[in-house]
């Protein structure tokens, strides 16, 4: 069993800052790409940034320049620091884990957390 949580979510002005936690924990035998997602009301979950365990990151158009990736692999933690935040950056974010699990067959699977909600308003 695995379980993916995030923490560190909440309400925020304009132009401010969030700094996201994820901590995958359970039966992992190699954790892979971790990445973040968000889904606004009413619209499909997005991409948002993705980290593999060597460090190569993807993010988004949106968020380029304004949020940074970055993972301990020794903690099995992925975190998101959001800059200059903005209205429309308001979203559940959910974290999701890819990973090998530590007993036989090794499958290959990804887990989600349950989200955080950050919401950025005045």
């Known amino acids: 069993q695995v379980q993916v949580v995030e923490s560190g979510g909440g309400l925020v002005q304009p132009g401010g800052s969030l700094r996201l936690s994820c901590v995958a924990s359970?039966?992992?035998?190699?954790?892979?790409?971790m990445g973040w997602y968000r889904q606004a009301q009413g619209k499909q979950r997005e991409l948002v940034a993705t980290i593999t365990s060597g460090g190569t990151t993807t993010y988004a158009d949106s968020v380029k320049g304004r949020y940074t990736i970055s993972r301990d692999n020794a903690k099995n933690t992925v975190y998101l620091q959001m800059n200059s935040l903005k209205p429309e950056d308001t979203a559940v974010y959910y974290c999701k884990a890819e990973f090998v699990t530590a007993t036989f067959p090794y499958n290959y699977l990804a887990v989600w957390g349950q989200g955080t909600l950050v919401t950025v308003s005045s």
């Open positions: 359970g039966s992992i035998r190699l954790l892979n790409t």
